[in-house]
């Protein structure tokens, strides 16, 4: 334990080097030297330079901050982490098969590449329009320089779409020169994912992929799914321009056949798997990696669905199982052979549903989700198979999400029905058990003896009842930092040294929300995704005292909306006289662009009526008034503190 003052990361504490050394010995770990050579198969090329630079000149991208990983596992890092970290760092282009290639270790997805008839099908151009670039130059230049004639977004997260402009210009896909192909839903789920949420969502992120975090082994490591997350990157979003709706859809991109599975609410709200018949080769998108994914993942999103999840690989095993000769995905390596892949959806199908139907089970005789959480274990077969390992997703995180999808976070026992908030119930805890100095006494012994966990616990209500209280900011640190070197998943090892790292030096202090999201995305949003996106900007106090409504005229979308607020919300609908809605007192009209600069506080509105960009039609004081006092939003709040 670290002395009061000492701000530094702490090494690891004798308990926590005497697990990971015995982790060390673990079963599944032996197959490690498999999953290295299936990582290292095909390797044509190695990255031309260790760093991917921005247009600005700083670098979005360094694999040589991942030098430190050539060593053995240290004390400070689980062991199976480790090995993870040292597999996500094989970096460059790989052949798959003859015509299919993939570029990994440059981002946190992966690139696959395919050689059509006269150019380029690429799948999944990454978080960053600059890694995206990056890996597309490293294919022309080992296979020859081609366009791309198709881009295939296997889901809505950013990761498997945000680069889209790093391979592709929007002209060419506006001529109908390149395809977008994407699953039914993706734009919606893409966009609303990273706007309603997008201000908390993007902050939490920071702790589940270690973006404030040094990169060492007493810091960043590896996320488990991939190295990490490109910083300071641009990101973009270019419309689909087909839709797969139905499982059986067959498509011939440029002399390619591709037979489309359909698979909503699995690892994305909108996602998909695909074959290649004529190759013998199946797409899992990132329903099938090398890891156990996230149910729940930990930046926040919609809980996934378990159940659906292991159907699907059911039946993209009946569809493809018996078809196949190589299997990939958008994160990690591939597996090839018939016998292999059969063997690889199986684990996941069987993983996925005995989380189900074991947290189910457990819930049914009346546990709640910690207690189902710590006492659930995978059998031999499942905790035995290196890809089932929790590098990424946990048992204890997957069995709480299963838990709230089916019953929610009430656990039906009233003394949990109304809990005093965190600050309020921090200051009865510490004065309950004594004052500060007595809670943090008691803690240091529990320190002493390893129970990290009941220190965390402890000291946080100390922390919360008083967050100028350094000596106990830097006992909660001490623990959270053991709790991370012993952690195996990646995002679960971030998310505690992000806290330790906090609770000694502060949160960061910005202004605003950031820089906001991009313009593809806020461009990609309907006129109701804004109208929504405004609703949740409205602060209660402005909006409570009067009823009030406006008709709102989008030109270059051709929409017309009857926006009413009244009891401190907003209803709108695209009735010209609605019921519940006061009869308007203005008309807005504007272009999507305008409005989505008022609804994001780019602009005001004195100033777009100034340059002619908006035209209101009756009293506009009211909603000079309304835009003046819209909550705005802070991307560095606190997490660790009150």
Not at 4 to 16: H, I, R, V, Y
Not at 307 to 326: I, N, P
Request: aromatic residues 8%; contains cysteine; negative net charge.
């Amino acid at each position: 334990m670290g002395q009061l003052g000492d701000l530094n990361p702490k090494p690891a504490s004798k308990l926590t080097e005497e697990l990971n050394h015995a982790a060390r010995h673990l079963h599944y770990l032996h197959g490690d030297d498999n999953e290295r050579h299936l990582a290292e198969r095909g390797l044509i090329a190695e990255a031309s330079s260790p760093q991917i630079l921005h247009a600005g000149g700083w670098p979005v991208w360094d694999l040589e901050a991942f030098e430190f990983l050539a060593q053995k596992a240290p004390a400070e890092v689980h062991p199976g982490l480790w090995a993870q970290a040292q597999r996500n760092s094989i970096a460059g282009l790989f052949e798959m098969a003859p015509g299919f290639y993939q570029v990994r270790g440059l981002d946190l997805a992966n690139m696959t590449v395919i050689e059509a008839e006269t150019g380029w099908i690429v799948i999944d151009p990454l978080t960053s329009e600059e890694t995206a670039r990056a890996a597309l130059n490293l294919v022309n230049e080992h296979l020859g320089a081609r366009e791309v004639v198709a881009v295939i977004y296997t889901h809505s997260h950013i990761d498997h779409f945000g680069g889209v402009r790093g391979v592709v210009d929007e002209d060419d896909v506006t001529a109908g020169r390149v395809q977008i192909i994407a699953p039914a839903g993706f734009l919606e789920a893409a966009v609303s994912e990273n706007i309603l949420a997008g201000n908390v969502m993007t902050r939490r992120a920071t702790y589940m992929y270690g973006a404030l975090l040094p990169k060492g082994p007493r810091g960043h490591v590896d996320c488990g799914l991939g190295k990490g997350v490109p910083l300071l990157a641009s990101q973009g979003l270019i419309a689909p321009t087909v839709e797969i709706i139905e499982t059986g859809t067959e498509m011939v991109v440029d002399g390619v056949r591709i037979c489309f599975q359909v698979t909503p609410d699995t690892e994305a709200p909108a996602e998909m798997n695909f074959h290649f018949p004529d190759h013998r080769i199946l797409c899992m998108a990132e329903n099938c990696t090398c890891t156990m994914h996230n149910l729940y993942t930990p930046r926040g999103a919609q809980v996934r669905d378990a159940l659906s999840w292991s159907k699907y690989l059911q039946e993209a095993l009946d569809l493809f199982g018996d078809r196949s000769d190589v299997c990939f995905a958008s994160h990690h390596w591939p597996r090839w052979g018939h016998d292999e892949i059969v063997e690889q959806i199986s684990i996941h199908r069987d993983m996925y549903r005995y989380l189900h139907d074991q947290t189910l089970r457990m819930a049914n005789h009346g546990l709640v989700a910690s207690e189902i959480a710590e006492k659930l274990e995978f059998p031999d077969e499942l905790a035995e198979e290196p890809t089932a390992r929790g590098y990424y997703g946990t048992i204890s995180h997957n069995v709480k999400a299963i838990y709230q999808r089916y019953l929610g976070w009430f656990d039906a026992n009233p003394a949990h029905l109304h809990n005093h908030p965190p600050v309020a119930a921090a200051k009865r805890y510490v004065e309950f058990m004594g004052g500060a100095e007595s809670v943090l006494a008691k803690a240091r012994k529990s320190f002493e003896q390893g129970d990290y966990r009941w220190v965390v616990e402890v000291v946080n209500h100390v922390v919360f009842a008083d967050p100028e209280n350094l000596e106990a900011k830097l006992l909660q640190a001490d623990a959270l930092e053991q709790l991370g070197y012993q952690a195996e998943s990646g995002p679960w090892r971030t998310f505690y040294l992000s806290g330790a790292q906090e609770l000694r030096h502060g949160h960061p202090v910005g202004s605003g929300g950031g820089s906001g999201p991009s313009s593809d995305l806020v461009g990609a949003m309907s006129v109701e995704m804004l109208i929504d996106y405004l609703a949740i900007r409205l602060r209660n106090h402005v909006s409570g005292s009067k009823a009030w409504s406006l008709r709102l005229e989008v030109g270059d979308r051709s929409e017309s909306w009857t926006i009413g607020i009244q009891r401190g919300t907003l209803a709108a609908t695209r009735k010209q006289q609605p019921d519940g809605i006061a009869h308007p007192e203005l008309t807005l009209r504007c272009n999507h662009a305008t409005l989505a600069s008022l609804v994001f506080g780019q602009k005001e509105l004195s100033e777009l009526e100034r340059l002619g960009e908006v035209e209101m039609d009756g009293r506009s004081d009211t909603l000079a008034e309304l835009f003046a006092h819209l909550d705005t939003f802070d991307i560095w709040f606190p997490i660790v503190t009150a």
